[in-house]
């Protein structure tokens, strides 16, 4: 035989020797012989970490408020946090004596609920710590010393019930019960305590003054009912109340958001380009930046590199443009399959929601609305099986991305979470491993469980991402569903996958083993292997981990108090990018707290605390340990750093309990597996079969006593205002203010540009900066008038602004989130639903019918407000833009509400006319077209007259104190819907009788 032969036959004796060490080490992964060393270097560093970060935090809190307190530097008087002194240890005191009540009025009740929750747990673990440590542990170290030739005598091991057999297991059965009787008062007392903050949330101003509060939203509309009149058809037959609603059908904005979507791409590109450009403004680029054109350019047939300046800069000009056009032939469009029925009181709105519940009147569904801010309106004019289809497919991927991750999962536990089965097959490690034990064992206790942590990081921005193109109609309802997915991946592939892949390999390999020796079929070799008392080894083996696991979240809960990572993140981005004026003023405005990604941590530490207390009581003390920290770290983060983007009033508490339910059947399960394998007789076992029903129970019982109450204010008798309750105006004319698509007012953003750039804009801009010429004609430095200051054309008397360039100039003294705050922009993203600052100004509809209650036509969409900053003009733009001199001016009547529009304004006479968009406009100094965006639009009951004389002609307004708008005339009566030709009414609301207050 040659050398070759012989070189190739060691090489395969020794491949197949690794493969069958390999799947050695997958049926038996968890080795405990570093597990001791693992879990006290996994103490010290979490431990020592929690407390090296939080005293950071202690030091570096007084002198940063942008990054540890941004709430109480940005929000209003209503909603500020209570201060806090300079000190060390003076932030303890606020967190201490600041009870739920006012955290309800500071910060919102969700953020409420949650640390309600936190606490809930926090109290929960600490009676199963005292319980579960003081029966478990004497127990499992008596009986294992008892069976101590077949116990291992690590320390761990002694902790686990290995060696518990027959008469002791009815400690585990009576436990059992004791743990299920303790989380079920807690579950009790704090959903009744929710129920009780729900119907105080329903009582506040905020909400009896709120728009949402008293309308409901009607979807899945069919096609003969999408009108106004129709709406109000659907909502009375599921109930007639005693005042009828006001209804409005969607019009379809087409083209709109994503015209809109692009504006804003543009925009960001633009400055992003700028910024890099504009760098070191003494010293420019030879070449100018270059980009490709926009796949949706129709000016270009083929996308093609052009000069990025020019190119973005006219491609802005041309979507406001387009934009615009869009915006003035909206109530053109055809209707969409929803709308919205507006009452006069919140009693009606929600008795009518609460029949409806199990009803739908010619297949449409009616709920209460959400907030505008709240709603996805892409999502709305979804069809059932377009929304049923992207749920499915959702799901999956969501089950795509489960299975998947199996594989990286079990090599994680089989490597990762026990170094030596590493170095059974990588002999260079095994050497190293042998020679540094300590080292090595204090690796495998943090790297394990960082890896899985850092990965678990990443993945609830897959799972958002996801979810985004489910049919969800709400912001908050889509944060649920990522908080059920995010829950359930996270039992599945990285509880039970991860405790027992090595257990189901071993299995089958033992089944395969028994039918081929003893030569029997698959069944009797499976009834032959002992499926319980693996499983249960199982558990015994892996529970060190998750021990470890659970010991690094209370460095996690430092971490997030110490805010670190986002101070680092922000010196990154300041220090090795080119960040634009916009991103500098984003980085400083309040973070918001993601509720879906954190409530999955808490529920699933839960559930691992839970199921393995039987295996490692040790675990009940470290997650009690954890939740008590973070109720109070997290407590000073709600209040004086994150903001609630959305709020849903507690809607995520049955969301909570269902999970932690499941979590306490999930335990109860694997307890009932245990009994099995362990049994003293079949009594045991059959005493745990209960304790499923009890949990059902237990659940239908909170879920008829308190659910509707908590959802519904009302169902449907109507009950007297009860003593200091606001009262709620009423209106003469009733109309009542509906819901708009925001794609119709949204002000569409400038460019922003750092004011050391200045001086070049008209160097690197080639098209026209100042709009502000005397008729076009271009006025140089030869000419006698250019020293003379420029008037502004819209202010009489007044000098124009010194720059009307198409871009904002910001300095570094302005570039702070308090200076912009109030803009729609930044406040939609930052602003906590608007209301953190000020409670927002909702602007008004467009109008799609007559007002057959007033008797009067509506007028077009317009906002209710001004902006908080001046406007400036630029080419082709109709949008609200920024004062590029200084930050954001209040307006005086920033907070006009629905009710002042609907309310009649006093004129010089001692007439009254109702509010105008128009009068509001040459009050402020502010065109029309940055206050009516649509005002072009031709008002319900009315229409253009084509005749030449028409069009430069102004008509009469069919209400007094309406400016009419040009080329436009009165509708004869004749004309009007919902009247024929002999003047007759004939529309649906004639016959509802509905009556004018």
Known sequence: MSPRHVVAGLRSRAEESSADKFLDLIQSPFNTELDEKAFWSSLGYSLGAAVIFALLFCLFRPYNNTVYAPRLKHADEKHAPPPIKKGVFDWVQPVLKTK??????????????????????????????????????????????????????????????????????????????????????????????????????????????????????????????????GIVKITEEIKVTTDAPNGVIARNVKDLPRLIEEHEGAVRHLEEILARYLKNPNRLPLTRPTCKTHKNDRSYTTRQKVDAIDYLTSRIKSLEVEITEVRLSVDNRNALPYGFASYDSIEEAHGVAYAAKNKKPHGSRVRLAPKPSDLIWKNLPLSKWTRRWRTLSNNLWVVLLTLVWIVPNAMIAVFLANLSNLGQVWKGFQITLSA????????????????????????????????????????????????????????????????????????????????????????????????????????????????????????????????????????????????????????????????????????????????????????LPVACLYFTLDSYLKKYLLLYVFITKHESGGAFWRVLINRFL??????????????????????????????????????????????????????????????????????????????????????????????????LLREIYRGR?????????????????????????????????????????????????????????????????????????????????????????????????????????????????????????PSHDSQRTFADLEAPMPVAGGASRAYSPLSNAVSNDVSLSDVSLVAGAAPMGHMRDPSPAGRGARSVSPRPGIAASAGYRQVPLDEQPGADLAGEQTSYDFFRGRRAR
């Not at 649920?480 to 027992?500: A, D, E, M, P, W």
């Not at 029903?693 to 009950?719: A, E, N, P, T």
């Not at 010429?773 to 003379?788: E, F, I």
């Open 100 to 229: 739920e009540q006012l955290l309800v009025e500071k910060v919102g009740l969700d953020a409420a609920v949650f640390l309600r929750f936190t606490k809930m747990c926090r109290n929960i673990f600490i009676l199963l710590s005292l319980l579960g440590c003081g029966v478990y542990i004497p127990i499992n170290l008596i009986e294992n010393g008892k069976n101590s030739a077949t116990v291992d005598n690590s320390f761990f091991m002694k902790l686990t019930p290995l060696g518990v057999w027959g008469a002791s297991c009815w400690a585990h059965v009576l436990l059992s019960y004791i743990f299920n009787g303790i989380i079920f008062y807690f579950l009790w007392r704090n959903y009744r305590a929710v129920a009780k903050l729900r119907r105080e949330y329903f009582e506040s101003n905020d909400y009896q003054k709120s728009l949402h509060s008293r309308t409901l939203m009607v979807t899945d509309v069919p096609r003969g009912y999408r009108t106004d009149d």
């Open 436 to 619: 540094n034990p300590k080292f090595w064992g204090a690796v495998q206790g943090i790297a394990a469980p960082l890896v899985t942590t850092l990965f678990y990081f990443f993945l609830p921005i897959i799972f958002r991402r996801i979810s985004i193109n489910a049919g969800d109609y709400s912001k908050t309802s889509r944060e649920r569903h990522v908080t059920h997915k995010l829950y359930s991946f996270f039992v599945f592939n990285n509880l039970i996958v991860f405790s027992l892949f090595s257990t189901a390999w071993r299995y089958a390999a033992a089944i395969i083993d028994t039918e081929q020796t003893n030569n029997m079929d698959a069944w009797a070799a499976i009834q032959a292997t002992d499926l319980y008392g693996r499983l249960m080894t199982a558990f015994c083996q892996v529970s060190p981990f998750w021990l470890n696991y659970l010991l690094q979240r209370n460095f996690g809960a430092a971490w997030d108090l110490s805010q670190l990572g986002n101070m680092m993140l922000n010196y990154a981005i300041r220090t090795f990018t080119n960040p634009t004026p916009r991103r500098l003023i984003e980085l400083t405005a309040p973070p918001a707290f993601d509720y879906a990604c954190y409530y999955n941590f808490f529920l699933f530490y839960s559930t691992i605390a839970l199921v393995f207390a039987p295996f490692q009581p040790l675990v």
């Open 662 to 759: 499941f979590a306490a059947g999930f335990a109860n399960l694997v307890a009932f597996l245990f009994v099995m394998a362990r049994k003293e007789s079949i009594n045991q076992a059959a005493l745990m079969i209960p304790l499923p029903f009890f949990i059902l129970g237990f659940k239908f019982w909170v879920k008829r006593k308190y659910d509707d109450d908590m959802h519904f204010y009302s169902k449907g008798s109507q009950k007297g205002r009860e003593e200091g309750l606001p009262e709620r105006p009423v209106r003469s004319d009733r109309v009542g203010t509906r819901f708009g698509h925001p794609a119709l007012y949204k002000p569409l953003m400038t460019p922003m540009v750092h004011a050391k750039s200045r001086h």
């Open 769 to 889: 900066l100042d709009q502000d010429d005397t008729d076009g004609a271009p006025v140089t430095a030869y000419s006698d008038t250019y020293d003379l200051q420029k008037m502004s054309k819209n202010r009489v008397g007044k000098t124009a602004a010194a720059n009307n360039s198409p871009f904002e100039i910001v300095t570094d003294a302005q570039m702070d989130f308090e200076n912009y705050k109030n803009r729609p922009e930044f406040r939609e993203e930052f602003g906590g639903d608007g209301e953190l600052y000020s409670r927002p100004s909702t602007p008004t509809t467009f109008r799609t019918g007559f007002d057959s209650r007033s008797g009067s036509p509506a007028l077009g969409y317009a906002s209710n407000s001004r902006p908080s900053s001046p406007a400036f003009s630029r080419p082709g733009s109709p949008s609200l833009m920024a004062n590029p001199y200084g930050p954001p001016r």
